[in-house]
């Protein structure tokens, strides 16, 4: 019998339809029709729908996404994914670079918050800014309740008539501070070499930094101060033999420490002649350190301040509590300039993933329908969206942590030999930054998984 005519056919009859799947060939059954009973006819399509693909299926669903798959949906829409993680490794770059500026500042502003915390710095008087103290006084304020200890200080560029626009701190030479560890400062650890002697003259001690600036090493002889062009003909250097070099901590790395006697010499060649025939240089200091028992909280050390204020004349004792408060404040100030750095990579990544992930969906309804009608549940689906979302953040954060990285390497490295070491990239900032990545992209997908996850089934495969 000739098969029948398209026009000879019954009403009922359809061809059979089909659909490809990642697992082959899938025949649809054919629509059913109920001509009295129209809602009827759709709940039996519906039904021999669902039935027809659990059966033709000849696999169960995984119920995990695989990362080849994942790559795979990434590598359909090159040029989007591209854009998308693009996007992301801007964010992250600006947070890595911006973050580790903050974080150098903030650990020496750290640093300055330890050494505030335990030594009450004296001077001359506000009105009296530059002027040197007599000796005498060290004697008047070690008589002060509280105070266990007070060194002189003193401090002068170790080059003299450098660049007036600097980043980082400058190279210093000072006194050493012997025996402050024990009210509370770190004790000095030397990467090579050893500690001043007793009594010695002519030695010195370099911080890495001031260190590599001199191009010095342990054993050698460097004149100090270094000699400025265009220096004044009376212009003096002083050999000095280094005996060690410290550990780079962030305090130390810029200081060279000599003897008080080696000090207070080259502090006479910083003064003009005139104050140099008028003064006795071994009789006066530029302030002291004050140092507290061991122990003392910033409450007592402000209430020491204020005995010396009240109990010494010519002299002016600041607070730790105000050193303490300006050193937060400038890392409050830093800080902000991290969290810009992070809203900034939030608002970049973000719309771009959530502009990715919605596309995606519409993309590839038939692909969810597919899914659901052979027995993916709504948590499978959103797993699947959410974990490609992840990867793209996990990219677009590897990449642009590594540039990030890379750059402030380079300007480092670049920058060492004019003293420029102001970034540091820490793991908190590196957790932070690929955390970061991985954790907006992951929150920027839950809204397209969740338009994926609430397809109906049959409504998606309509499309097809």
């Known amino acids: 019998m000739p098969p029948c005519s398209r026009r000879s056919r019954p009403r009922s009859y359809r061809r059979p339809r089909s659909m490809s799947s990642s697992q082959g060939l899938i025949q649809l059954p054919p629509r059913e029709y109920t001509n009295n009973h129209p809602a009827g006819g759709r709940r039996l399509q519906r039904s021999a729908l669902m039935l027809e693909l659990r ?15 994942i790559f795979r949906n990434l590598l359909r829409r090159k040029l989007r994914s591209t854009l ?8 992250i770059f600006a947070l890595t670079t911006m973050g580790s500026l903050a ?5 020496l502003l750290d640093i300055g918050v330890r050494y505030a915390g335990a030594t009450i710095p004296v001077q001359a008087p506000p009105e009296q800014q530059g002027a040197l103290l007599p000796l005498t006084k060290q004697g008047e304020i070690a008589r002060v309740q509280g105070v266990a200890a007070v060194h002189p200080t003193y401090q002068v560029p170790a080059k003299p008539g450098g660049s007036a626009i600097q980043l980082g701190a400058p190279d210093l030479i000072t006194n050493q501070q012997t025996g402050a560890e024990q009210y509370g400062l770190p004790a000095p650890n030397f990467a090579v070499g050893r500690d001043l002697a007793p009594g010695q003259q002519g030695e010195i001690v370099l911080g890495p930094t001031i260190a590599g600036d001199l191009g010095t090493r342990t054993g050698d002889t460097v004149a100090l101060p270094v000699k400025p062009p265009g220096a004044r003909e009376d212009f003096v250097s002083h050999p000095f033999k280094v005996v060690g070099v410290l550990t780079k901590n962030g305090q130390t790395d810029t200081f060279g420490y000599v003897s008080d006697a080696d000090a207070r010499l080259l502090l006479a060649d910083t003064l003009s002649p005139t104050v140099r025939s008028a003064i006795d240089v071994n009789t006066v200091a530029q302030g002291f350190a004050v140092f507290p028992a061991k122990g003392t909280s910033l409450a007592q050390m402000d ?12 002299v002016h004792a600041q607070k730790p509590s105000e050193l303490v408060a300006s050193f937060k404040s400038a890392s409050t100030t830093f800080t902000a300039v991290f969290t810009g750095a992070a809203i900034l990579a939030l608002i970049i990544g973000g ?7 919605i596309m995606a969906v519409s993309e590839r309804i038939r692909e969810i329908g597919l899914k659901k009608a052979v027995g993916a549940h709504t948590g499978q689906i959103m797993r699947e969206y959410m974990l490609e979302a992840a990867v793209i953040g996990a990219l677009g954060g590897l990449v642009g942590y590594a540039l990030g990285l890379g750059l402030t390497t380079l300007l480092d490295v670049l920058g060492a030999s004019s003293n420029l070491d102001i970034f540091l990239v820490t793991p ?8 970061f990545a991985i954790g907006m992209a992951t929150l920027a997908g839950i809204v ?7 397809l109906d089934p049959v409504t998606a495969l309509r499309s097809l």
């Not at 998308?84 to 964010?91: A, E, F, M, Q, R």
């Not at 974080?103 to 650990?107: I, K, L, T």
């Not at 209430?303 to 010519?314: E, F, K, Y």
């Open 448 to 454: 397209p998984a969740l338009r994926a996850a609430r």
């Open 303 to 314: 209430a020491i301040a204020d005995r010396v204020n009240a109990q010494v004349s010519g």
């Open 103 to 107: 974080e150098h500042f903030n650990s």
């Open 428 to 435: 908190r900032l590196t957790a932070i930054a690929l955390g």
């Open 351 to 357: 719309l771009s993933v959530v502009n990715t992930m």
């Open 55 to 69: 059966r033709q299926m000849p696999t169960k669903p995984s119920g995990g996404t695989t990362v080849r798959e």
């Open 84 to 91: 998308t993680i693009s996007g992301i490794v801007i964010g």
